[in-house]
Each structure stands twice: as C-alpha cells, then as structure tokens.
C-alpha cells in the first residue's frame, strides 16, 4: 500500500477520484477505475434507493477493490439512499449540494469513510467538525454546479484551515495537474472531465465528442445570476438558449431552475447536441483521446511522479 495518506485512509493504490456524474458515473465506470488503482465512485444523482442498492450490488460483482458513492443531498430520495449506503456499509461516501451533518452518525457508526465535497473553507471547516475524514476541495473549473473559488485559490486555503486529507479537483486531467495539486497542499485528486471519454465510460458517443471537440473557451457557465444554479458546461444551442433567458428582467430563480430539467438526461442519454447539457470542465481542452480508464490513471499518476522527481531543475 501506498505510503500516501488517501491511499492508506481508503485502502486505494492511487490517490485519484473518479467525480460522481450523474447519468454518467455508474458501477461500470466505478468498477474500472477502482480495478486500475483509484477509486471509483457511483453517483447517486437524483435517483431512489432501488437504483442506488442495485448499483452497489451490482460494482461488487465487478471489483472487489473499494467504491465510492455520491449523493446529492439535495435529492428528494436523499433520506432513503443514506439509509442503504449505511445498510450496505458501501466503503466510501462522498457528498455534495448541500451539508451531509443530518447524515454523519448513522455512516460513521456503519464503518464509511465520509469525503465532503466543499467548495469553500467555511465548508470545509463545518464537514471536519462533522467527523468527514477528508475532504474534496473542488474549484470553479469543474464541470458541473461550481462554486466561485478557482482550484489554485480553494485547495491551499483548505489546507490551511483543516487538519484532514485535501484532495483537489477542478482543472485536472494530466500529471501536471496533479503535481500542481501536491504541490497546493492537496494529498490526491478528483478528476470527472478525463473519465467522460474512457472507453468503460457508458456516457452516449455524442458526449464524449462535445468533449473531444472542445477547446480552451468552449466551457461556458449558466445560472450565475443567482448563483446558487452556477453550472459549467459546454456550449451548443441549449447554452445559448438558456442565457439568453436567464438575463431577461422578468426570469425568476425558480425559471431558472427549470430550464435545467432533464437537460443532462438528454445529453448523457439521448445524445442530443442541441437541447442537452453537456457538462464538462475547463479542462475539456487537454483531453484530445479516448482510452482505457487504466491508461488515464496511468498517465496522469505516471507524469505526476516524473514531474515531482524533475521539480528541482525548476529552480
């Protein structure tokens, strides 16, 4: 085992996260990266305990390395999902949209690692309070709902402000992330984006091309004007759509957050260029390849180790 402290504390050989993505992340895609190394995560999305219990059942005939499972606690099935992670006593639980307190004794007396998603140090702070034993620091270059804070101004902040494991996420999807996350402070990584377009990733073909075919600028974000909605995807014409009726005078928050419904469906699903949501990271750009979820690992874990065993020539 890695002398590395989220190998140790997960039980992994590489300190990377695999980002739950809903209609995306599924026990398959999980399965793969936990076979290769990391950790791989199933997100619970919005979905309800039938789904999620098969899902675990399900990664469990495919790997028998340690998982993970998101839940979106903003979820209507939330209540119901804690409930059988816990009954299932699933590894690992990571969270996001919202605060995991209601949900900490009753994982933490089952035996889970609990890993918050928190995009701020205040966040951070709260979920070290609540018993997580790490947590994912995750700047605004991620896809997906983002906070305001930039990876390389989050992660060294939260470093700072609690004394348990950092993993960094936002912008990575190479070595010299990774390295640069070490370097912040952070003991692993989280990556999403560079999944999308892993051949285990069961993600509709037109998504992995939206993100084979991005560039530097082809991310845009949706929902800022009220913030709590801010989503980083790729542009097409649902983007464009919807900004322009986000910024009409008479758009309310809840319209808002209407546009939104099924959207992500119908691109990870369905495929649909035009009125899907594609939701990918800044860091679409650098990912040109499709591969094996191992050879992603690989590289990214592989360039990390090159470059921190050359960094003394930098100076």
């Known amino acids: 085992m890695s002398e590395n ?39 619970a999305m919005n979905a ?3 789904y999620v219990a098969g899902q675990i059942d399900l ?10 499972v998101n839940v979106m606690l903003q979820s209507p099935h939330a209540e119901g999902v804690a409930h059988i992670l816990a009954e299932k006593k699933v590894p690992v639980i990571t969270t996001g949209a919202g605060n995991p307190a209601k949900f900490m004794p009753l994982w ?3 035996g889970i690692r609990v890993i918050p998603v928190v995009a ?10 609540s018993g997580a034993c790490a947590v994912v620091a995750e700047g605004q270059e991620s896809g997906g709902h983002i906070g305001e804070l930039t990876t390389m101004a989050l992660v060294p902040q939260v470093c700072d402000a609690v004394d348990i494991p950092v993993i960094a996420a936002g912008g990575i ?8 996350a070490f370097m912040l402070g952070a003991k692993g990584v ?22 084979l075919q991005a560039g530097d600028i082809s991310t845009v974000v949706t929902g800022r004007r009220f913030q709590a909605s801010s989503c980083r995807c790729i542009k097409n014409a649902f983007t464009r759509d919807f900004l322009r009726i986000e910024y009409e005078p008479a758009t309310t928050a809840e319209d808002v957050g209407n546009l939104g419904v099924g959207a992500l469906r119908r691109a990870a699903v369905e495929g649909d260029t035009k009125t899907g949501c594609f939701l990918a990271g800044q860091i679409s750009g650098l990912v040109r390849q499709a591969k094996s979820v191992s050879q992603i690992i690989d590289e990214v874990y592989g360039g990390c180790l090159s470059l921190l065993k050359g960094a003394s020539q930098c100076l």
């Open 173 to 180: 999807a190479d070595g010299r992330g990774m390295a640069a």
């Open 190 to 211: 989280q990556m999403g984006t560079a999944f999308l377009v892993a051949n285990e990733c069961g993600v509709h073909e037109n998504y992995k091309q939206m993100v």
């Open 108 to 110: 933490l007396e089952a």
């Open 59 to 68: 990664v469990r005939t495919l790997t028998d390395k340690p998982f993970g």
């Open 120 to 129: 701020s140090v205040a966040m951070a702070k709260m979920a070290a309070r």
């Open 5 to 43: 402290p989220i190998c140790r504390l997960v039980g992994i050989e590489k300190p990377i996260f695999q980002g739950g993505m809903a209609w995306i992340s599924d026990a398959k895609l999980a399965a793969a990266v936990s076979n290769a190394g990391g950790l791989g995560i199933i997100s």
């Open 48 to 50: 309800d305990e039938t």
